[in-house]
């Protein structure tokens, strides 16, 4: 097996045992992997993204491409394995992921590589998967398969964020995201929050909610702003976006948006046991799911995660108000965020900040983003970046 392990410019690497590869075949061959694998958003989670290309390093000739849909069972290797045929033998395979040895919904990915024909396969990262987990690779090699690892990994790894995180720590991943004022508001003194934000920007929002399985709000947010949190990107999803309220008094109306399209898309809403039955039958008439207690009425969101992930929910979106906001923060529970600061300067005492809570004491505490990425959308800029939770 070679493990790519050292850099010496954009187009070489040397190997473990001093060999010089080049470069840019290979890496364009998987970045289209990545590219093929990006247009499976929104259609295959729980399961990783995957793109796989085959081709010859030799000629440059492309042989075959795929990529992984959940609904369509096939895998990337193997829709791009069929395109190839007898091509395939003798040709690199381009892999976005380490290809699986066992038998899950399909059988296993590296016997169909091997029984192909394939001299060479690249991937970039590991598949955290404990039933994957560097025994694809193993396979491969004990076959005769030259195995690269490492080529675009941090690429790799970002796109598939969300599934190693899940993979990894057992709970949904979570991206905090609030639209900000310059001077920090999320709303003006009397609730208001509409719109702070461009349209550039909002449309960017459902590009953002598309890539999640689930959005989450504060009973606070849906009393003042009476939201529909739907995925209005107009792009392909498996499942519609699962719509989370955190309410402790159930607060959440029948004649809501939320309440009146729960048929459309899952509404859940965790509260607690001393509720009135009364509000509870009215919401579940409508289709709602109340959560009486399982969290502490949304209290404990440690619980409230560990729900969502026995639902197979892998991400999360949490995009507010600033009481929910801080409650995640508080807790240690945000993986990414996302702020989308508008040119505007809303001021007052009175109007929300967009992180409530106890708040740092010192600078030294303030929570710190890393690996920062900075975009405009029309006249807002976003920044996003990931806590330093020291784990980098
Ligand atoms: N610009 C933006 O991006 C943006 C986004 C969202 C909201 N907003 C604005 O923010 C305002 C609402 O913010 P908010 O801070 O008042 O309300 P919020 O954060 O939406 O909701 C807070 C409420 O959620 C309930 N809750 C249940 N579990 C909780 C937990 N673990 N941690 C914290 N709260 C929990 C509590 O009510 P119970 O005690 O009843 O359980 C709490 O009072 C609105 O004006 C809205 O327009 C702006």
Redesign the pocket.
Known sequence: MTLIDSKLSDSILVTPDFRLVTLDFDKQMMRRALELAARGTGQVSPSPLVGCVIASGETGEIFGEGFYLYERVRHAETLALEQAGGRAAGATAYVSLEPHAHTGRTPPCTTALIDAGIRRVIAPIEDPNPLVAGSGFAHLARAGVEVSIGLLADEAARLNEKYIHCMRRKRPFVHL????SLDG????RT????W??SEESRRRVHQLRHEYDAIL?????????N?LLTDRSARPRRRPLARII??????LSPTSQLARTAREAPVVV???EQVVPESASALEAEGVEVVRNV???????AA?LDDLSRRTLQSIIV??????????LE?GLVDKVSF?VAPIIIGGNDA?A?I?GRGAATIAEAFNLRDLYITRHGRDVEITGYPDKGDA
Do not use: M, Q, W, Y
């Open positions: 995201k609030l639209a900000s508001r999320i709303a003006t609730g208001d929050a509409r702070i934000t709000v504060g009973a606070g947010t849906v009393a003042i702003d939201p955190l309410d402790g008094r159930l607060n965790f509260t607690s969290a502490g009425g949304g209290r404990d969101l409230v995009e507010g108000g600033a009481t929910v906001a801080a409650a995640f807790a989308f929300k967009a409530g």
